[in-house]
């Protein structure tokens, strides 16, 4: 009898380990298919978490919320294109207005998609385990900050083998905002950094900065935090009867704005020094004053027209950092006051040095009056037909006429002289010139002073236009001070009266005037002028329009728009 054939054990353990494998080839495929397609897709929820966080930040600064909101919403939208048709903006809960609510998450789901907009943004929602305090020195407030959050849920191929059937993916973005100082210019730019009163607006005066047709918003801004105010000032103020100031448009989608360093972010309404809600609410203030968000000091003019590696401090207080530009851009002012100096005839300069005319004078080309006191009375006429002047010391023009660059032959400078002042202290122009005070300043009384494409440079001195004058006064079109009307950092006082006839164009900049007191015309005057000083005074009675030239004008950097996270 045969014996049975013995018995396999091993039969069939290949399908199973084949099954083994087959699982870890599942759960390999698993890993290398679907947590691929998490990595693309989170990529695409990254990308499109930063543009739309971009996107709010350009208007997030503008006092208006939730129009950077919808920003961000519209930008997912052309961006998410698996996001539904039907998806609806989740920005119908964010303030209108310029509000700092509590941080507030405002969600709204379509299809696979969750789209999360956070504002503001509070510094722990931002903390870093690595940075100790919370948010960093360059993120901003809460209030200018926005987060943009994209979702996405996703089948898994093969990751139900292993028990997964969706995985989510996730991009987010905070923004920090840019302000509206960043694209606007200022028509009065104050420089106190810690006083008040640095905007003055009385008796009566009502001015108008900006206009509306066309459209030009306005733009105030103070640098003063308030900290030496006492308890009755305010670093803005508006008073007297009939006492009006605004930045226009006050209402609609473009809007004006006053911007006060003192006014906390997020207020909407004054409080402490920075500015009396009753100017707000009787209408003598509008709009409402938003934060400045930071100083606007006087460094973007330093840097336009006097460009250098190093400032000294602001009043021994504010630093005023170094110009991005120097070595390749001149220090114009700095270069003008070496050129001509403190003492003698400039090179190439004729002298002049009848001190008190008594007969019309018409003098060509360039001047240096060497004149204690250069005086123009009973009705003298003095006019400067061309070329540039420089004076020893101060002018004085009572019941007369003093015209400066009138009737320049030279319809442009020379190639040379187009971006330097260096080489060039002798060249002129229709459009372009320059006066010169070594000491003194000037002084107009009943009299008409015509400064035609001229920048004044005072060393020393002020300027003082009595009521009754006529004042026309533009900076030059072309050449290193195009744009530029008066630089002088004396601490003089600075009036130009009520009643005075005004034609006005270009940057008056006097940093230290304490202050520049600017008086109404006579009838309502559009002066295409930048005031930038250390405090501004406006009173008289009659109407007062500002609103400078935004080709030439001076900007307000802002911090810019940047994803800080």
């Known amino acids: 009898m045969r014996r049975a054939a013995p018995v396999d054990r091993e039969q069939g353990a290949v399908i199973v380990l084949f099954a083994l494998v087959l699982v870890a080839l599942m759960a390999m495929a698993a890993l290398v298919v679907d947590i691929g397609q998490q990595r693309v897709t989170r990529h695409e929820n990254q990308s499109a978490a930063d543009l739309a966080a971009l996107a709010a930040g350009e208007v997030l ?84 900050r926005m987060r943009v959050t994209v979702t996405r849920v996703n089948p898994t191929f093969f990751g139900g083998v292993l028990g997964v059937g969706e995985l989510r993916a996730q991009g987010s973005a905070v923004v920090r905002g840019s302000p509206t100082v960043s694209s606007r210019i200022p028509a009065l730019w104050l420089l106190d950094p810690t006083g008040c009163v640095t905007l003055d607006v009385q008796g009566g005066a009502q001015v108008t900065v900006g206009t509306t047709s066309p459209l030009v918003e306005g733009y105030i801004v103070s640098d003063s935090d308030g900290t030496t105010c006492n308890s009755n000032q305010r670093t803005v103020d508006v008073g007297g009867s009939g006492s009006r100031l605004q930045a226009v448009p006050t209402i609609g989608a473009s809007t004006g704005a006053v911007a006060l360093h003192a006014l906390p972010a997020g207020a909407t309404a004054c409080t402490g020094v920075a500015c009396e809600p009753a100017d707000v609410a009787g209408g003598l203030l509008a709009p409402q004053p938003i934060n400045a968000y930071r100083c606007a000091t006087r460094a973007p003019v330093d840097h336009r027209f006097d460009c250098k590696a190093s400032y000294p401090l602001y009043r021994s207080l504010v630093p005023v950092p170094a110009c991005p530009d120097a070595g390749t851009r001149p220090a114009h002012v700095t270069n003008l006051r070496a050129a001509i100096g403190t003492t003698g005839t400039p090179a190439g300069y004729q002298v002049l040095t009848n001190c008190a005319p008594g007969t019309d004078l018409e003098i060509s080309g360039n001047v240096y009056v060497d004149c204690n006191d250069f005086k123009l009375t009973s009705g003298v006429a003095v006019h400067f037909t061309g070329g540039n002047v420089v004076f020893r010391n101060k002018v004085t023009v009572n019941n007369s006429t003093l015209t400066i660059n009138g009737t320049n032959p030279d319809s442009s400078l020379p190639t040379s002289c187009a971006a330097t002042i260096s080489g060039c202290t002798r060249e002129s122009s229709d459009g372009a010139a320059f ?25 020393a001195g002020g300027v003082d236009v009595g009521s009754g004058s006529i004042m026309e006064w533009s900076a030059p079109e072309e050449g290193p001070f195009a744009g530029l009307a008066l630089w002088s950092e004396q601490g003089s006082r600075y009036t130009i009266s009520a009643g005075v006839q005004l034609g006005m164009s270009g940057t008056y900049f006097t940093p230290n005037a304490n202050p520049f007191d600017l008086g109404g015309g006579a009838t309502p005057t559009i002066q295409h002028a930048q005031f930038v000083t250390y405090r501004l005074k ?14 030439t004008a001076v900007p307000v950097p802002g911090p810019g728009v940047a994803l800080i996270r």
Do not use: K, M
């Open 538 to 551: 406006i009173a008289g009675g009659a109407a007062l329009g500002i609103s400078p030239d935004p080709e």
């Open 435 to 459: 006066v010169y005070f070594r000491q003194g300043g000037l002084t107009v009384s009943n009299a008409t002073v015509r400064l035609h494409h001229a920048f004044v440079y005072e060393e």
């Open 61 to 144: 600064g503008d006092g208006r919320p939730r129009a950077a909101c919808e920003a961000a919403w519209s930008t997912l939208r052309s961006n998410l294109t698996g996001l539904p048709a039907t998806a609806t903006s989740p920005c119908g809960g964010v303030p209108a207005t310029a509000t700092c609510p509590t941080p507030t998450d405002h969600v709204t789901t379509a299809g696979r998609y969750a789209v999360t907009i956070r504002f503001p943004v509070s510094d722990a929602d931002i903390a870093d385990p690595r940075r100790a305090g919370g948010a960093g020195a360059h993120d901003g407030d809460p209030c200018y």
